[in-house]
C-alpha cells in the first residue's frame, strides 16, 4: 500500500519561484491569448493593409512609368516638333529677309523709276518752256509762253508729286505775271511798218509844185459856166479859156515853208530821200524782230523828222502816213515779255533733288 508522503515542512523544503496561485492563472492565460488574438488580428490587418498599399504603390509606379514613358514620347516628339518648328521657323525668316530685301530692292527700283520719271518730267518742261520764250520773243506775243506754262501746269497736276508742288505754285505765278504784263503787239506793228514802206513813194515832197494842187488839197476849180446857148465859136474860146485859167492857177502856189532845206532839194536827192525814209523804216522793222528797241526807236524817230521837215504836211497821205508812225511809236514803248524765272529756278531746284 502506498503511502502518501507527508508534506515536509516549510524550514525542511528548499526555496521554489513565485507560483501564481491556480485562480489566477486561467484568467491571466485568457487575457493573454486575447492579446495575442488582438495582436495577431492586427498583424493579420496590417498586413492586409500593408500589401494593399504596397499593391496600390505598385499600380501607381506602373502608372508612373508608363506617364513617364508617355511623357518621353511626348518630349519627344516635341522635341522634334519644336526642332521643326525651329528648322521652319528659320526657313521663314530666311524668306522674310529675302522678301523684305526684294521689297527694299523693288521700293528702291520704283523711286528710281519716279525719280527718273520726275526728272525726265522736269528736264521736259524746262525745254518746253525755254523754246517758248523764244517763240514769244520771235512773234512778240507771250501766247506761246502762256501756252506752255498751262502745259507744264496740267502735266504736273497729271504727275500728282509732291516734291513737284513748287514748281506748280512758280507756275501759277509767272502765269499771273505774264498775264498782266502789256507786250508790244509785234505782228501790227510789223504790218503797219511794211505799210508805211509802201507808202513812201506815194507821199508828196513839199518842192512838188506840180503836184500841188492834186496832193495838197488847194483851191477847187472855177465851175465853168454853161456854154450850151452859145455858137460853136464862142463855147470854143470859152472852153479855150478856162483851160487856160486852171493850168495857170496850177502853176503859181503861195504857201509857207519853215524849213528852206526842203524846197533846196533836187530831183536826185528827192530819190535819196525817199529811199533813206525806207532804209529808216526798214531798220526799225528789224530792230524790232531783234529785240532792240532802242535802235528801233531811233529809226522811227528819224522816220518821223523827215516826214515832218521834207513831205507836205498838208498832203491827206502825209498825214495818214504821220499818224500810223506815231502809232508804231507808241506801241515801241511796250514792255517786254517777262521771264519765266521762278519757274526755272524751281525746275532747277527739283531736278537737283531737293
Do not use: C
Amino acid at each position: 500500500m502506498s503511502s502518501v508522503p507527508l508534506p515536509e515542512s516549510p524550514a525542511a523544503t528548499p526555496a521554489s519561484p513565485l507560483v501564481a496561485p491556480p485562480s489566477l492563472a486561467r484568467p491571466m492565460l485568457i487575457g493573454v491569448g486575447i492579446v495575442a488574438a488582438l495582436a495577431l488580428a492586427a498583424s493579420v490587418t496590417l498586413w492586409q493593409r500593408l500589401s494593399s498599399i504596397q499593391e496600390q504603390l505598385a499600380r501607381q509606379s506602373a502608372d508612373a512609368g508608363s506617364q513617364s514613358i508617355e511623357a518621353r514620347t511626348m518630349a519627344r516628339q516635341a522635341q522634334e516638333t519644336a526642332q521643326d518648328a525651329v528648322s521652319r521657323v528659320g526657313v521663314m525668316e530666311a524668306r522674310l529677309s529675302e522678301v523684305s530685301l526684294q521689297r527694299s530692292q523693288l521700293e528702291e527700283l520704283m523711286q528710281s523709276l519716279s525719280r527718273s520719271r520726275d526728272d525726265t518730267l522736269v528736264v521736259d518742261i524746262d525745254s518746253a518752256l525755254r523754246l517758248a520764250q523764244q517763240q514769244a520773243d520771235l512773234t512778240g506775243t507771250a501766247d506761246p509762253l502762256l501756252a506752255a506754262l498751262r502745259s507744264a501746269d496740267q502735266r504736273i497736276a497729271r504727275a500728282a508729286q509732291p516734291r513737284l508742288a513748287p514748281v506748280q505754285r512758280a507756275i501759277a505765278r509767272d502765269m499771273e505775271r505774264v498775264r498782266a504784263a502789256s507786250v508790244t503787239d509785234v505782228p501790227g506793228l510789223l504790218s503797219r511798218l511794211d505799210e508805211l514802206v509802201r507808202m513812201v513813194d506815194e507821199l508828196p515832197l513839199q518842192n512838188a509844185v506840180a503836184q500841188a494842187a492834186a496832193m495838197h488839197g488847194g483851191a477847187a476849180p472855177l465851175p465853168e459856166p454853161d456854154t450850151s446857148a452859145d455858137p460853136l465859136w464862142r463855147a470854143t474860146l470859152r472852153r479855150a479859156w478856162f483851160a487856160v485859167r486852171d493850168e495857170a492857177r496850177g502853176l503859181v502856189r503861195v504857201s509857207r515853208i519853215d524849213q528852206p532845206e526842203a524846197v533846196l532839194l533836187a530831183p536826185d536827192q528827192a530819190f535819196f530821200l525817199r529811199e533813206n525814209l525806207k532804209l529808216k523804216l526798214v531798220n526799225a522793222r528789224l530792230g524790232v524782230l531783234a529785240r532792240q528797241s532802242n535802235a528801233a526807236r531811233s529809226d522811227l524817230a528819224g522816220a518821223a523828222f523827215a516826214l515832218q521837215h521834207y513831205f507836205e504836211p498838208g498832203s491827206r497821205r502825209v498825214v495818214t502816213a504821220g499818224e500810223m508812225l506815231k502809232q508804231a511809236q507808241a506801241q515801241m514803248n511796250g514792255t517786254s515779255i517777262p521771264q519765266p524765272e521762278e519757274t526755272l529756278s524751281a525746275l532747277a531746284t527739283a531736278a537737283a533733288g531737293r
